[in-house]
């Protein structure tokens, strides 16, 4: 194929690089400097995609980030594959592979297309009306049919092996927007002296200059102006930098495309960069965007954007056609139509659709002889795959034919609905906008942020004005308000001033003759939205225009309605006879235009999407095959299953092993926080609901920590290390939240107290040695402790060494066997642990993990905080009454249990059931009833919170929460099973040597 | 994120504090004597300002301090900060939000 649409010169392509690609397979020749878009019309190839709703043959309106209707995908690879980019942005590389979407079998002839045939069944909100019966139809049937026929491009079916990067920054003013206004910001706020960053979405910065015939002195302007900024270093420029979202507090996120227009990118380079950056000042220069005019079938192949055209071909050297109609509703056309004329184009007529045209550019068409039909409107456009002619018609004020109906024979089709002026970043900072008469949209008015828009995205829309416009805001954003000289000669502009009105422009349908059927007019193109489907839910009756966008998706689609908002609302005031300013605009929200999920990503992915926290002995775990379960961020062993064994089976061995010689656990994520101070037992008094000041030196107590409402927040062994020290240990999941209620405390109601608090779970390591044997294989290891019940009973703790490392020994159970937790400084565990481990060899020894530690726990009661309480179970509930402290004057949480609610004798406490079959667990969840057969409204009684298969009963054991439980000892209940009531027994929750004989070996 | 002055550090992004709700209510000195609608209201009720809202904040990824502050709640533009046991300012002007 040749590019027989390229003109001879002209334009910022490279003319010395030709560029090799295909779309859907077939190849092509493109230039350097080409978009997909750019290189496609250059080839003559208009016919780029197929609509989401009806499959509708679909072309290339625009030339930017508001392409609503070519979306195409990109393929490197199976993995490297990108859906829904818009050809208008995609850079031209050697070698690069385009497909078409949402077709079969081929993008000229789809199937698909018959959905626009029977398009009268699929009216707005449809689905919300249609398929309703039968009710599993919608899902076997109607959705997944649904889902297959409507759509865009199809997701990679490999993972993103790409590398995604996050970067925070600081600037004093963020300008966004490489356009004249947001250079001419950049250069006044960096002469101020300002630290300057500017970022644009496209690969060269100059915006609309870019569309602007080379050689004019706009042109010097842009190369001197460039120039200028990238010699200053403390100015950022940033090409191919969309910014997509606008946070609190002047928070800019940016999505910066690093590769994606290179044809070989290296391995490993970044492909995209998320940037944060917060600002001191914003401008924003986001431009305005062309709308398009809505009349019927106006949707396609050959349908461009007049601004567009002008894009390709004085920015691309393509003529995007060889025969043009031109629609004009704002002078800006009548200059698209001088220009492709120049350049060879036949312009077949220029229909105004108002009732005059006798600014600058018209004038100018008429003196180079091109033929201008105003009071003019489209009753129909004729062609499949490619527009071939124009019906034309004259309207005077009541719809009625002036003239005769011209048909003209085309093969492009341009309009100009006049710009809308792009204020999404303004909008999402919940600035407020104002309908501006003069160029007939909506602009910002007070900005939320400090932020300031500037040049046409606030309606400035003359070239000399908008650099002025830019290097006012520029200069005060620096932090003077004086006006700046932005060295750009205002003469050259001066000719073409645009008078008012000039650029207002048309919104909303064109005038139609009284009576006329018409063909379908689109006011959305990406989501197939009609004048028909808005004018379909006025009729039901939906008035305010967040309901209308909702019900029929206009502007709903990825493009965020960037070419549609505005026919819309035009469309349904001119439907409900109210000004749009009355009907108001909906919210804008980011991102501006899609990002990958790459970029959101970042560096959070796999092994660094989040955390691991592993104690210093998980080494030792991995080596001895253990199964690890995630609690909170860190990794616990959950069982350590031998050849063969099953979690059941390794379970059994692993607690039977523990009761009958010796276990060795890892408990050191056990949240440990040292109190340190003079007032260290008042504060402890004053939070804990425990009694503190007659625990001495060197023992240990349970300790239970209620919130202020009464309920429990947690637990843990507490051990009095000196008269001004505490070693609190907490749950594993509950450190953080402990840590923070107790500083909370400290420094806002009891600031007077010397006393400081401490994290030391990571520094200390904690070896739990739990069974009859445990003291037999700790006491060849240890120096200077006592391991005898005499110097070391239940419950206490003491200072010495084990391995010749410094220790903190307890004498504590959370198995009701005999039982030591050995502390030691992290870094030493590991070595700590092998000894231990190897010492224990003679003895029995054998790892368990954190399944077999809740069996063991649940065979003698012991609550796990989060499993047994749920935030509404005080201590007594639990069977912790006796850890209150009746003495205490006060502690935190105890004005609550005075409450008559927290007293009541139905509240659910803590039991033990029995099966009558000992092999049958209960779920753990399991509603309990008060008699079988029960079904809602009957309410529950109680639920099951643990349940387990205990080998040293050899039978099933659960604990429940249930009504006034204590008293219901002996009782049959019912256990609600998901087909079958079981009867369960009522029993205390200590199941396993209620005596605590086992502990005081 | 909002960006968040720290009367101790200065000004640090969102995700370094944790919100602590309403500011400036005192735990009784004797919650015993209290009645049980005035400590339920203690425990529960909190007011839902639209507009300028005392609040607790604390820097807990930076100095673990708490701190109050005076919020807008209908813009998330902070008054004041200012530390515990100081009044809050009358009409304090917007702090600079960079150092």
């Not at chain 1, 194929?1 to 390229?6: E, G, K, S, V, Y």
């Not at chain 1, 002209?10 to 779309?23: A, E, I, N, P």
């Not at chain 1, 940033?238 to 979202?245: E, H, M, N, V, Y």
């Amino acid at each position: 194929m040749t590019q027989t649409l390229r003109v001879a010169q002209g334009g910022r392509v490279d003319r010395t690089r030709t560029l090799q690609f295909s779309f859907d397979g077939r190849s092509y020749k493109g230039l350097a400097g080409d978009t997909l878009a750019s290189a496609l019309l250059a080839n003559g190839v208009h016919l780029l995609a197929r609509s989401f709703k009806y499959h509708r043959p679909r072309g290339i309106l625009a030339a930017g980030a508001e392409e609503p209707s070519a979306l195409v995908s990109v393929r490197r690879d199976a993995a490297r594959y990108t859906p829904n980019l818009r050809a208008t942005q995609v850079e031209l590389y050697d070698g690069l592979e385009a497909h078409s979407q949402n077709r079969w079998p081929s993008l000229a002839f789809d199937v698909g297309a018959i959905s626009d045939l029977l398009s009268p069944l699929f009216p707005a909100g449809f689905y919300y009306k249609t398929f309703m019966w039968p009710r599993r139809g919608w899902k076997a049937l109607y959705e997944p049919y649904i889902r297959a026929a409507a759509g865009l491009g199809r997701a990679p079916t490999e993972a993103d092996p790409d590398r995604y990067a996050n970067r925070y920054a600081h600037c004093d003013v963020l300008v966004v927007g490489g356009g004249p206004a947001g250079l001419a910001a950049a250069l006044a706020a960096a002469e101020r002296g300002a630290r300057v960053m500017l970022c644009d979405e496209q690969a060269q910065l100059g915006g609309s200059l870019l569309a602007e015939p080379a050689g004019e002195p706009a042109d010097a302007w842009l190369v001197r102006s460039i120039a200028s900024l990238r010699s200053n270093a403390r100015v950022t420029l940033l090409p191919r930098t969309t910014a997509f979202g606008y946070f609190p507090h002047n928070l800019i996120a940016l999505n910066q495309r690093l590769t994606d227009h290179l044809a070989n990118p290296q391995a490993g380079q970044t492909r995209e960069r998320c940037w944060q950056v917060r600002a001191q000042q914003v401008v924003l220069a986001t431009g305005a965007i062309e709308r398009p005019l809505v009349f019927p079938g106006n949707d396609r192949p050959g349908m461009m954007l007049a601004a567009a055209a002008r894009t390709y071909l004085n920015r691309y050297g393509v003529i995007p056609g060889t025969r043009a109609v031109v629609i004009a509703a704002c002078d800006e056309a009548y200059r698209a139509a001088i220009e492709l004329h120049q350049a060879g184009v036949a312009i077949a007529m220029i229909g105004d659709v108002r009732s005059g045209a006798d600014g600058h550019w018209p004038e100018a068409a008429r003196r180079a002889g091109l033929p201008v039909l105003t009071h003019a409107t489209v009753l129909e456009t004729r062609g499949r795959l490619r527009i071939k002619a124009v019906r034309l018609a004259r309207l005077d004020a009541e719809r009625r034919l002036i003239g005769a109906i011209q048909t003209h024979a085309c093969d492009l089709l341009l309009m100009s609905g006049g710009f809308t002026p792009s204020v999404h970043l303004h909008s999402q900072s919940r600035g407020k906008l104002a309908w501006d008469e003069r160029v007939q949209s909506f602009i910002p008015s007070q900005a939320a942020e400090r932020a300031r828009s500037a040049g046409s995205c606030r309606g400035v829309f003359s070239l000399a004005a908008a650099i002025e416009d830019g290097a006012d805001a520029g200069s005060s954003a620096a932090g003077d308000a004086a006006t700046h000289a932005s060295g750009f000669p205002a003469a050259t502009d001066g000719s073409r001033p645009p008078p008012d009105g000039a650029m207002a422009g048309y919104a909303g349908a064109l005038p139609q003759p009284q009576a006329a059927a018409g063909s379908k007019a689109f006011v959305d193109w990406q989501n197939d939205v009609t004048t028909r489907d808005l004018a379909l839910a006025l009729r039901e009756g939906f008035v305010s225009i967040e309901h209308i966008k909702r019900y029929t998706t206009a502007g709903m689609a990825t493009d965020q309605g960037k070419t549609s908002n505005l026919n819309a609302l035009g469309f349904v005031s001119q439907r409900l006879d109210k000004a749009i300013a009355e009907v108001g605009l909906t919210t804008f929200r980011m991102p501006y235009t899609p990002v990958t999920f790459g970029s959101f990503a970042g560096f959070a992915r796999g092994e660094l999407f989040d955390p691991v926290r592993t104690t210093p002995i998980h080494e030792w775990a991995v080596r001895h095959g253990a199964v690890f379960e995630d609690v909170g961020l860190w990794k616990r062993a959950r069982h350590f299953p031998q050849a063969g064994e099953d979690l059941h089976t390794a379970v059994a061995r692993e607690c039977r092993a523990v009761r009958s010689a010796c276990g060795i656990f890892d408990a050191s994520t056990l949240g440990k926080i040292e109190v340190v101070g003079r007032d260290a037992v008042t504060f402890m008094n004053r939070l804990y609901a425990n009694a503190w000041t007659s625990l001495s030196v060197g023992r240990c107590r349970y300790g239970v920590l209620l919130r202020e409402d009464g309920f429990v927040l947690d637990d843990g062994v507490v051990a009095r290390t000196a008269e001004d020290r505490f070693h609190v240990t907490t749950t594993t999941g509950g450190a953080p939240r402990v840590l923070a209620l107790m500083e909370d405390y400290l420094q806002t109601e009891w600031p007077e107290l010397q006393v400081w608090l401490t994290s030391t779970t990571e520094q200390w390591a904690v070896i739990a040695l739990q069974g009859p044997h445990s003291r037999r294989v700790l006491q060849g290891l240890v120096q200077d402790l006592d391991l005898s019940s005499a110097a070391m009973p239940h419950m206490s703790v003491a200072r010495g060494a084990i391995c010749g490392v410094p220790a903190l020994l307890f004498r504590v159970s959370f198995t009701g066997e005999l039982g030591f937790e050995v502390n030691v400084p992290a870094d030493y565990a590991l070595a700590v642990w092998e000894a231990i481990y190897q010492a224990g060899a003679a003895h029995g020894v054998t790892a368990y993990g954190t399944e077999a530690m809740h069996v063991l726990r649940a065979e003698k009661g012991y609550i796990i905080v989060g499993q047994e309480t749920d935030g509404t179970a005080t201590a007594d509930d639990v069977g912790l009454g006796w850890a209150v402290s009746k003495l205490k004057p006060d502690f935190v949480g105890k004005r609550s249990l005075a409450r008559p609610a927290l007293n009541a004798p139905d509240r659910r406490q803590l039991v033990g059931l029995l099966t009558a079959d000992p092999k049958v667990v209960l779920e753990e969840g399991t509603q309990i009833m008060q008699a079988p057969g029960q079904r809602p409204p009957a309410r529950a009684i109680g639920h099951v919170t643990s349940s387990y298969y205990s080998a040293a009963l050899e039978r099933s054991i659960a604990l429940a929460m249930v009504a006034g439980g204590r008293a219901r000892i002996g009782q049959t209940l019912c256990a609600a099973g998901p087909s079958d009531d079981l009867p369960v027994q009522v029993t205390s929750p200590v199941f396993y040597d209620p005596q605590g004989k086992r502990l005081d070996d | 994120m909002l960006l968040i002055s720290c009367p101790y550090c200065g000004a640090r992004p969102e995700l370094e504090f944790t919100h602590g709700g309403q500011a400036h209510l005192a735990r009784a000195r004797e919650p015993a004597a209290v009645g049980a609608q005035d400590w339920a209201d203690f425990l529960y009720m909190r007011d839902n300002t639209r507009g300028v809202h005392a609040e607790r904040w604390r820097h807990t990824h930076g100095c673990g301090r708490f701190f109050n502050a005076l919020r807008d709640t209908t813009n998330d533009q902070f008054i004041a900060t200012y530390r515990l046991g100081e009044p809050p300012p009358a009409a304090a002007p917007e702090p600079e939000a960079m150092p």
